[in-house]
């Protein structure tokens, strides 16, 4: 088995970044993502998903780590002072690299 390096970034916030984010995500360099909606609590309070525009989004992304870094700088930059957002990465092996 031959697995490669990448990162798993993955973005929650608020759904009224969706389409903002989408459009970064391309800028960034990543070749797809997903997307699914979310429900929780924390510093901002609990947000549920009854109501579509008030809901949480998370996105999860595969991508190399150069374009996760680029990716991360970004949202800090252009995203946090604007909507409610939390953004990490992870660390993973994937099969197939040319798929990201």
């Known amino acids: 088995m031959n697995t490669h390096p ?3 970034v993955t973005i929650i916030c608020e ?3 969706r389409e903002p984010l989408k459009k970064l995500l391309t800028e960034a360099g990543a070749h797809g993502y997903t997307l699914f909606p979310v429900e ?12 579509q525009e008030f809901a949480n989004i998370q996105v999860e992304v595969i991508v190399p780590p150069v374009v996760a ?6 949202l800090e930059q252009e995203f946090f002072a604007k909507f409610a957002m939390v953004a990490y990465e992870t660390d993973i ?3 197939r690299r040319e798929k990201f």
């Open 40 to 51: 929780g609590d924390g510093s901002q309070g609990r947000r549920t998903a009854d109501i």
């Open 69 to 74: 870094e680029k990716l991360l700088a970004r």
């Open 15 to 17: 759904a009224l970044a």
């Open 93 to 95: 092996r994937v099969l």
């Open 6 to 8: 990448m990162k798993l």
